[in-house]
T-cell receptor, first 109, second 114 residues
Framework: LAKTTQPISMDSYEGQEVNITCSHN???????ITWYQQFPSQGPRFIIQ???TKVTNEVASLFIPADRKSSTLSLPRVSLSDTAVYYC??????????FGAGTTVTVRA | ETGVTQSPTHLIKTRGQQVTLRCSSQ?????VSWYQQALGQGPQFIFQ???????GRGNFPPRFSGLQFPNYSSELNVNALELDDSALYLC?????????????FGPGTRLLVL
């Protein structure tokens, strides 16, 4: 399983855009990049997934450069309810996910 | 809501005891994975079941075992509990089709071992 590296924490204010970059230098050809969000005492919640280039859904965008050795999760116009831990994962289609420590995002008023 | 439920929500056991945690997956999901999440850490993969057979295991001892049933429910059993087993236990269900798809996590069971 590819190892990922992401910042331990990030602070932001309501209405700002938050960008979290994840490094995954050893990503394999069949690995996808997936981001999860987790609130305290809850299970992780799927945010977005991609293989290359850019993916956008109703809550976030995921930017993946051509070499796929990193990815950036972009959360537009965050609110206080976006305060959570965000995990970057890379995995093939076997779902045996390897979570790192994640990035704790704190949104302030 | 992910459609994945777990029971109980909280549990207190003493060292040496045995525990069974339960998970009910989304209908049609043929794969269930179990994770252990210690306080302040990310979830760690315990094992995965696909069509009622173990389909991979993480770095956990044999006293962690599981079962998956045809009705999309599953169990995690832990024998000879140790203090370090105190954690949030998460199950996640998905459909293993050979194409990357999303895992859906349940809310977890908080286990405290005294």
């Amino acid at each position: 399983l590819a190892k990922t590296t992401q910042p331990i924490s990030m602070d932001s204010y309501e209405g700002q855009e938050v960008n979290i970059t994840c490094s995954h230098n050893n990503i394999a050809t069949n690995d996808y990049i997936t981001w999860y969000q987790q609130f305290p005492s809850q299970g992780p919640r799927f945010i977005i997934q991609g293989y290359k280039t850019k993916v956008t859904n109703e809550v976030a965008s995921l930017f993946i450069p051509a070499d796929r050795k990193s990815s950036t999760l972009s959360l537009p116009r965050v609110s206080l309810s976006d305060t959570a831990v965000y995990y970057c994962l890379v995995a093939g289609n076997d779902y045996k996910l390897s979570f790192g420590a994640g990035t704790t995002v704190t949104v302030r008023a | 809501e992910t459609g994945v439920t777990q029971s109980p929500t909280h549990l207190i056991k003493t060292r040496g005891q045995q525990v069974t945690l339960r998970c009910s997956s989304q209908s049609g999901h043929n794969t269930v994975s179990w994770y252990q999440q210690a306080l302040g850490q990310g979830p760690q993969f315990i094992f995965q079941y696909y069509r009622e057979e173990e389909n991979g295991r993480g770095n956990f001892p044999p006293r962690f075992s599981g079962l998956q049933f045809p009705n999309y429910s599953s169990e995690l059993n832990v024998n000879a509990l140790e203090l370090d087993d105190s954690a949030l236990y998460l199950c996640a269900s998905s459909v293993l089709t050979g194409v990357q798809e999303t895992q859906y996590f349940g809310p977890g069971t908080r286990l405290l071992v005294l």
